[in-house]
């Protein structure tokens, strides 16, 4: 018994080590509910009644962002912006915090949507998964 015991520990001891993927995992509609493409311009939206819409945005972008997940925030004159929470790896010296703007207003380095969609993610979307 004890050398059964023995050589499954030695065996367990030389077996390679399995290295888990330690990035975070999000579930769409759980933690984001809204998905940006950035080199297509492509938002989806995936409202809580499961009524999922895509909208094409092509405002010319002053910004890009890092992929990852972003939450829906308001800065401190109320106005949306994105906010990359401690999961979103960013760039060194990348902010944290971009700013949402219609695609003709005249804001610098936002990310820029139709106004339209802006007003729907800060009502309805808590955060956005943004793709390459």
């Not at 015991?5 to 984001?32: C, K, N």
């Not at 971009?98 to 009502?123: K, M, Q, Y």
Request: proline content about 8%; some cysteine; glycine content about 6%.
């Amino acid at each position: 018994m004890n050398t059964a015991i023995l050589t499954l520990a030695m065996a367990l001891a030389s077996a390679p080590a399995i290295e888990l993927d330690d990035a975070p995992v999000y579930v769409a509609g759980g933690q984001y509910t809204a998905t940006l493409s950035q080199l297509t311009g492509r938002w989806q939206l995936l409202p809580i009644d499961a009524a999922d819409r895509i909208v094409r945005s092509e405002c010319a972008q002053e910004v890009h962002l890092p992929p990852g997940l972003w939450l829906i925030n308001r800065n401190a004159s109320g106005e949306p912006e994105l906010l990359a929470p401690s999961g979103t790896a960013l760039p060194p010296g990348y902010r944290e915090r971009i700013a949402l703007a219609s695609c003709d207003a005249p804001a610098t380095g936002a990310l820029r949507a139709p106004a339209e969609l802006i007003d729907w993610l800060a009502e309805h979307a808590g955060a956005v998964w943004v793709d390459e």
